[in-house]
């Protein structure tokens, strides 16, 4: 029953959040049949594009789990773009400065943009635990000071030959791509970063269902005065569950900036960490619902560009579309009341 | 209120706060009121206060008016039975029974309030083994404050807690439970449970880290719906969906009455029960009080806290008075009146209660 | 004085790029006392920015140097509108204030930047016209203070002060002012006492974004001159100004002013060798540093708004 009313919640906000593009095409004129034709087309069309979106989906599945791990255990960590910040920083310094095959590489890079985001994730998880400071307030302190940390670090350690707003380009060794995966889909920004995220997405849901540590972690997120009386240490598991909330979206930092991207932008709030906060909402924070709406939003953004190509539509539909969602996702408590009312009207006719 | 010349009093649940003195006092302020020409409607869970002061009583239950009696027509076990729907006891059988050594040794503590304030100070009481030690005092004496660092909630500030002559002072909460202390909270809904976890992993809270109910950090599912069919059936607690069922779903009493089992699962040397039976049916309060005995009369130590009197004194072997965050006195049940009590709670010492361990 | 020369001529750039930060401040201070957390300052600021560079190359043609005062009037209005959506979620809908703040920011970039491409083709819009800096008669001949405070001067940084002793007065001076903050300490209690919270909410929350719509507007008629999607963050800096000033208006100039002075001098670190010694980095992050060693500092006596973020449901008093 209660899955049945998050699909409906988030079914409905996805349909209001298309609604909503719909009427901006026909507010400036377009078609929006043909608008959302060449939208879901660039998105799906054939193994290319589906390989780009899957590459899109990569990151916003990790930043979602990220937010979704932390919204179960009752904290509201906002900071997923700052340690993705941390964690792309970690992988490119690594990429242009180790020099090691590309089987060690990969793991080294990964792990260490892991622990870098697992690093930027606890300060806001311990500041929480230890001096009570709100973590909506502090995540986003730290995701500036991670941002103006890339502004300042990229260009002086890290500079591209020519231009000094981005870094270099990592070497081939430091790339998560890999010929034989980019192969199968036709050339597309795909990457090995789609098994980390699958990889993550079921051992999310493992720790949460069936260890004693996602119990500890959700019974903290529901009631944490309960569970402090039933002896569970309140402020380790807040840290804690920041700590794995940060190393996942350090985790898509590395599966983006050495992923999808070949270098680093400064200047540039990652907006997979906000994104990451829609996906979470729509998939209800369960990390099957994360992976289904990663890829809804992956088809959006990859296909705008598409369609933007094709038509007078300007490719930013994608992002309002995305933001239209998140607020709706936000108001839910008028679709519970829509559903109640259905659910008890459909009742008293049975 | 009154200055606003009102015709109609209501008064909800008014007499939490007060002495029996202080009870008495209101139910006269009352009498004066209604000689004056005013209505109130008294709402209460206390029949000794519908006796005393109530024309006519309505009884609801769940929320429909079962019926409305003639209070000078009718004895409280009708009434009684109208909240309840059953016929119940008052009286609890209790045999006498001598007690034992002793379980828990508090010595001279002191806590500070959230407000900083000293809210215990200096107390000094010693729990035994087979004994019912009722705490008796107002609301807001430092009894709050006096669990809460009993069982590790609070932080205490000097002296100290020993349990089985252990000393647990600064302990975690998880260490007091593992050596034999158990706590029924004030708050059921915010301490007590989980409102939106299963019955099952409620039932399991404190013991989830311990083998059955898992295994190198993976719950055993299996081990923990046995656990809890086998408790809910135990203690007869009643949920739509049995152990399945989301612990907001079930009604106060029930919610209650798994806590109570939970705790006494635990099967502690010590059980530190406050207000176990706030709030709660008739139905109820016998059952969770014949269970309390049982505990004593297994030779279990109970440190019952409460702000109802007469549970008090149906149920205790001794009773400490703590008034003002000190023991104003420990008396006998069977030699003290309410009225005797009562004053102690206010703070004035008693002829004849004799300051500190009883003998 | 080499020193003194170099204030001095930072100064004004300092208290320019200060005043935007003042007025979005402001407009978190009322929201959040009355108790809603309105993390969509930063959106606000944009569409501010937007409404008030499309006004302006509008309505230049015909108006002139009038244009740039009806974009700052239409940005505030603009501000407003677009705050009724973070107020009908988190207070009639009962949505996260944190979600529908960020809901806010999201839609704001995206549509802003959809509308430009729309009507300019980019998606940015240049104006050519903004405010000249100016000396103010008599008080810029004033020693000391003069050249810092009094020269080069814009409109908007008198208007934004007048706005901040008005907020003053309003909030501890007026009923209004009494009402809201306690619709954003105790709203149960100021329910009880008779006071709509709801309507005390709404009030707080449309005059934010009215404030903030000015900030973004501010920006763009005195250093920025062209829409291009984004305030760089100043959104959330100001609300780090307001959290570090203690939300209370005289802190909240304070603050302000305290983290327009390092980002001046972060920006101007480049080319004044005397400051070039000094990391940029250091300049730039030191603002939210500090904002997060304040509330270390002060998370035993904070002294937020006690319901700030908390869901008012009249039905659950």
């Given amino acids: 029953m209660n899955g049945l009313k998050n699909l409906f919640t988030a079914l409905a906000a996805a349909f209001l959040g298309l609604l909503a593009g719909a009427l901006l095409m026909l507010a400036i004129g377009a078609n929006p049949i043909e608008g959302f034709s060449y939208l879901f087309r660039g998105g799906l069309m054939n193994v290319e594009r589906i390989g780009n979106t899957l590459a899109t989906a990569t990151t916003l599945t990790l930043t979602g789990l990220a937010m979704a791990f932390a919204f179960r255990t009752g904290l509201f960590s906002i900071g997923a773009s700052g340690q993705m910040l941390m964690g792309g920083l970690v992988s490119i310094a690594l990429g242009l400065t180790l020099h090691l095959p590309k089987g060690l590489m990969l793991p080294i890079i990964l792990a260490c943009a892991m622990l870098a985001g697992a690093v930027y994730g606890f300060i806001p998880g311990y500041l929480k635990a230890r001096f009570n400071v709100h973590e909506v307030v502090s995540t986003i302190m730290l995701n500036w000071i991670a941002y103006w940390t890339i502004y300042y670090t990229v260009p002086t350690y890290f500079k591209a030959e020519y231009l000094e707003t981005e870094s270099a380009r990592i070497p081939e060794y430091a790339s998560l791509k890999v010929p034989w995966l980019t192969h199968i889909f036709g050339g597309s920004f795909i990457n090995l970063g789609v098994f980390v995220a699958i990889g993550c997405a079921i051992l999310t849901a493992l720790v949460l269902s069936k260890t004693t540590l996602g119990f500890e972690l959700k019974a903290v997120g529901f009631n944490r005065h309960a569970a402090e009386f039933a002896g569970i240490n309140v402020p380790k598991n807040m840290a804690l569950s920041l700590a794995i909330s940060g190393a996942l979206a350090g985790l898509a930092g590395a599966t983006y900036y050495v992923g999808y991207a070949v270098n680093m932008q400064i200047g540039v709030m990652p907006s997979q960490g906000m994104d990451g906060l829609a996906v979470a909402l729509l998939g209800a924070n369960s990390p099957v619902g994360v992976v289904l709406a990663a890829l809804f939003f992956g088809v959006l953004h990859s296909g705008k560009g598409f369609m933007s190509a094709m038509t007078s539509i300007p490719p930013e539909i994608g992002d309002?579309?995305?933001?239209?969602?998140?607020?709706?996702?936000?108001?839910?408590?008028?679709?519970?009341?829509?559903?109640?009312?259905?659910?008890?009207?459909?009742?008293k006719k049975a | 209120m009154l200055y606003r010349d009102a015709e109609v009093l209501i008064f909800d649940e008014p007499t939490g706060v007060l002495t029996p003195q202080e009870i008495d006092d209101l139910m006269q302020i009352m009498r004066n009121l209604i000689g004056e020409g005013k209505s109130i409607i008294l709402i209460t869970h206390k029949l000794k206060e519908i006796k005393a002061i109530a024309d006519r009583c309505t009884v609801i239950r769940r929320g429909k008016v079962i019926g409305t009696v003639e209070v000078a027509d009718s004895d409280e076990s009708r009434m009684a039975e109208m909240m309840v729907g059953r016929a119940v006891s008052f009286s609890v059988n209790k045999a006498p029974r001598a007690p034992g050594e002793v379980v828990l040794e508090i010595e001279g503590l002191g806590v500070l309030s959230s407000r900083k304030t000293q809210a215990v100070k200096d107390f000094s009481l010693q729990l035994r083994y087979g004994e019912i030690l009722g705490l008796a005092g107002v609301d807001g004496n430092g009894q709050t404050e006096l669990v809460e660092a009993l069982t590790g909630l609070r932080k205490v500030q000097s002296g100290s807690i020993r349990l089985k002559g252990v000393d647990i002072t600064h302990a975690s909460i998880r260490t007091r439970t593992r050596s034999g202390m158990a706590h029924i909270p004030e708050d059921r809904q915010r301490r007590g449970l989980v409102l939106d976890y299963s019955m099952e992993d409620n039932l399991v809270i404190e013991i989830y880290g311990l083998p059955?109910?898992?295994?190198?950090?993976?719950?055993?599912?299996?081990?923990?719906?046995?656990h809890a069919v086998a408790l809910m059936e135990a203690f007869d607690v009643r949920a739509g969906e049995g152990p399945l069922a989301l612990a907001r779903s079930l009604s106060g009493g029930n919610q209650q009455k798994a806590i109570v089992g939970r705790e006494i699962d635990l099967n502690p040397e010590v059980l530190v029960a406050v207000q176990p039976t706030r709030g709660l049916d008739v139905g109820s309060i016998e059952y969770i009080h014949k269970r309390l005995v049982e505990q004593r009369d297994k030779g279990k130590a109970v440190l019952l806290v409460s702000l109802e009197l007469d549970e008090i004194m149906n149920l205790s072997d001794r009773i400490a008075v703590i008034s003002h965050g000190a023991v104003a006195g420990?008396?006998?049940?069977?030699?003290?009146?309410?009225?005797?009590?009562?004053?102690?709670m206010a703070g004035s010492s008693v002829p004849g209660a004799k300051k500190g361990e009883l003998k | 004085m080499e020193v003194w020369d170099m204030i001095s001529r930072i100064f004004p750039y300092a208290v320019a790029y200060s005043v935007p930060l003042l007025a979005a401040a402001l407009g978190g201070l009322y929201s959040e006392r009355s108790g809603v957390v309105n993390i969509g300052l930063e959106g606000l600021m944009v569409v501010g920015n937007f409404v008030c560079a499309v006004t302006i190359s509008k309505l230049q043609p015909t108006l002139g140097q009038n244009a740039?005062?009806?974009?700052?009037?239409?940005?505030?209005?603009?501000?407003?509108?677009?705050s009724i959506l973070h107020a009908v979620a988190s207070i009639n809908l009962l949505a996260n204030q944190v979600i529908s703040g960020t809901a806010i920011n999201m839609v704001a970039g995206a549509l802003t930047v959809f509308l430009a491409r729309t009507i300019t083709g980019s998606g940015n819009v240049r104006i050519t016209l903004g405010f000249v800096p100016f000396d103010v008669p008599v008080l810029h001949k004033v020693p000391i203070l003069g050249p810092l405070l009094f020269t080069r001067t814009y409109a908007t940084t008198w208007l934004l002060l007048a706005i901040l002793g008005l907020s003053w007065f309003i909030l501890y001076k007026t009923r209004f002012g009494l009402r809201l903050r306690a619709c954003g300490e105790h709203p149960?209690?100021?329910?009880?006492?008779?006071?709509?919270?709801?309507?005390?909410?709404?009030?707080?929350?449309?005059i934010s974004g009215a404030l903030a719509g000015l900030s973004g507007a501010t920006i763009l008629v005195t250093f920025s001159g062209e829409f291009n999607g984004t305030v760089a963050g100043l959104g959330f800096l100001a609300l780090a100004a307001l959290i570090f000033g203690n939300w209370k208006p005289l802190g909240i100039l304070g603050a302000t002013f305290f983290f327009g002075f390092c980002a001046t001098l972060a920006n101007v670190s480049q080319v004044v060798p005397a400051l070039s010694s000094i990391p940029g980095l250091v300049l730039k992050a030191f603002p939210y540093a500090v904002t997060l060693l304040a509330l270390v500092v002060f998370s035993k006596s904070t002294q937020a708004p006690k319901a700030d973020g908390e869901i008012y449901d009249a039905g659950k008093r």
């Fill in chain 2, 330 to 344: 420990i008396l006998d049940p069977k030699n003290v009146s309410e009225a005797e009590i009562g004053l102690m």
């Fill in chain 3, 188 to 206: 149960q209690t100021a329910d009880a006492a008779g006071i709509n919270v709801y309507k005390m909410r709404y009030a707080g929350v449309l």
């Fill in chain 3, 68 to 82: 740039i005062w009806v974009g700052l009037a239409m940005a505030a209005l603009a501000g407003l509108v677009f």
């Fill in chain 2, 212 to 226: 059955p109910y898992s295994h190198r950090g993976f719950m055993d599912r299996k081990a923990i719906r046995a």
């Fill in chain 1, 320 to 347: 309002t579309i995305i933001a239209v969602i998140i607020y709706f996702a936000a108001t839910s408590v008028l679709f519970t009341r829509i559903w109640n009312a259905l659910s008890s009207r459909f009742r």
